[in-house]
């Protein structure tokens, strides 16, 4: 069974930065398409950022291109996200997903496809 395990968020000022990590167990990571998402009180869950297996492609979301960086580790199964100049229309939860079903980056790279999730990990940015 596979595990999505988040962490790294918490309280940070505007312009601030966090560093998110996602733990995965069960799965051969190293083969799995994974991504971050958000969302927000009274929002939908968004995309935020994916990356490929290989870790060779990645892609972001407008709101996020440029100040976010997505990353992983396959050697430690690990997922990152780490977010600089944070706004306060950053904060949400943070989710991070994986595809375990080897679906088309032409979709993933949009944040369709992803099929197992994480609990998810609070970032509040407020000064």
């Known amino acids: 069974q596979v595990q999505l395990v988040e962490s790294g968020g918490g309280l940070v000022q505007p312009g601030g930065s966090l560093r998110l990590s996602c733990a995965a167990s069960g799965t051969i990571f190293s083969g799995d398409a994974m991504g971050w998402f958000r969302q927000a009180p009274g929002k939908e869950r968004e995309f935020v950022a994916g990356?490929?297996?290989?870790?060779?492609?990645?892609s972001y979301a407008n709101s996020v291109q440029g100040r976010f960086t997505i990353s992983r580790d396959n050697a430690k199964n690990t997922l990152y996200l780490q977010m600089n100049s944070l706004k306060p229309e950053d904060t949400a939860i943070y989710y991070c997903?994986?595809?375990?079903?080897?679906?088309?980056?032409?979709?993933?790279?949009?944040?369709?496809?992803?099929?197992?999730w994480g609990q998810g990990t609070q970032v509040t940015v407020s000064s």
């Open positions: 990356i490929t297996p290989s870790g060779s492609s990645t």
């Open positions: 997903a994986a595809d375990l079903r080897d679906s088309s980056w032409r979709s993933l790279k949009h944040g369709v496809g992803y099929d197992s």
